[in-house]
């Protein structure tokens, strides 16, 4: 069996998001630190274009995390960042004004997950004091990328999901008692089960992340009952179920404890989102202003948030290439559950 359990001690001292109009119209719109007022351009942020908009959520999510901690941008010894663009063109854009080492990242919709591990592995052995995570998507930048051009209006299908417009950012430094923390994690392994169909990203994704987790409650010999909230993003609907039918059958039994960022961020009826949220910037804006909170009141004591990515590029597509999945796991723990303490 593949090994690959990385022990963290590192803790998030501060997180903020930014989101487009219709996820601020969404159940938990209330928690995000900045939105776009859709009168004064619709999600495009002060920006000409959407690219350029998206590299602004980004600025303006880092700018807002690092004055949340009473840090300066010199204080961070490196960013980890990525976005769903080719070559992350959106997080190379956004950062320059941070005269900070960047270190861009494409784990499609894992990135969250996985620049939280990186800088929490960074911080945890000493090599920074301080590291940033900064992931975001933009709705009309990926569609015009990955399927058809936005004026040809074609329609989506019901395993379609919505890619979300926003943008997560996270200031890891050293583990204390006052700060969610981040104890363990498990890095993915790319899973391809033959899905070719761009408009079932959950299906592509959902072998991958059951991959990830029952590698993971064997390797930590742990049981979902151990876990207050197992959190995945983003497998929206149809991705989510699947994944609850592959771990049970491996006696796995997620029940009420399982959710799903991309079923979080919106309202499937009301907002016409079909399959759920997806894209980098959907875990992000999810952990960053509702779960991280919750995590913060004891609401939430141990947490398994997973990160999930369809890791797919516009080439792959055009050649008809099937997509391969990844799911990057990492484990948040309350300041209220120190010892271990879940009562």
Not at 45 to 73: H, P, V, W, Y
Not at 299 to 325: D, V
């Amino acid at each position: 069996m593949v090994s690959g359990m990385i022990k963290l001690d590192a803790s998030v001292v501060a997180a903020s998001s930014v989101v487009g109009y219709l996820e601020r119209s969404g159940p938990i719109g209330h928690c995000f630190d900045f939105y776009d007022d859709k009168k004064n351009g619709g999600d495009r942020f002060g920006q000409d274009t959407f690219e350029k908009a998206e590299s602004e959520m980004q600025r303006i999510a880092l700018n807002c995390a690092i004055g949340k901690c009473g840090l300066r941008s010199e204080q961070l010894g490196a960013m980890f960042a990525g976005d769903l663009l080719n070559q992350c063109t959106s997080s190379a854009y956004g950062l320059l004004d941070f005269d900070v080492p960047y270190f861009g990242l494409y784990g499609a919709c894992s990135t969250a997950a996985e620049g939280l591990i990186l800088a929490g592995t960074m911080v945890t052995h000493g090599v920074y004091d301080y590291c940033a995570s900064v992931a975001s998507s933009h709705n009309c930048t990926a569609e015009r990328q990955y399927r058809t051009p936005l004026e040809y209006g074609g329609q989506r299908t019901p395993t379609a999901q919505w890619t979300v417009t926003g943008a997560g950012a996270f200031v890891i430094g050293r583990s204390d008692d006052q700060h969610v923390r981040l104890t363990s994690a498990l890095p993915g392994i790319a899973v391809e089960k033959g899905i070719t169909d761009t408009n079932n990203m959950g299906a592509a994704m959902a072998p991958a992340a059951a991959d990830t987790l029952i590698r993971y409650f064997r390797q930590s010999m742990t049981m979902p009952c151990e876990y207050d909230a197992i959190v995945t993003g983003d497998l929206g609907y149809e991705g989510g179920g699947i994944l609850q039918d592959l771990v049970r059958m491996e006696g796995y039994d997620m029940g009420k404890r399982y959710q799903d960022c991309g079923q979080i961020i919106f309202t499937k009826q009301m907002q016409d989102t079909h399959a759920g949220g997806s894209g980098c910037g959907c875990s992000a804006v999810v952990m960053a202003s509702y779960l991280l909170p919750k995590l913060l009141r004891g609401e939430i004591r141990k947490m398994l948030f997973m990160g999930t990515g369809a890791m797919m590029s516009p080439s792959s597509i055009q050649q008809g290439l099937a997509i391969p999945g990844i799911a990057h796991l990492v484990v948040l723990e309350s300041p209220k559950n120190i010892g271990g303490d879940m009562s």
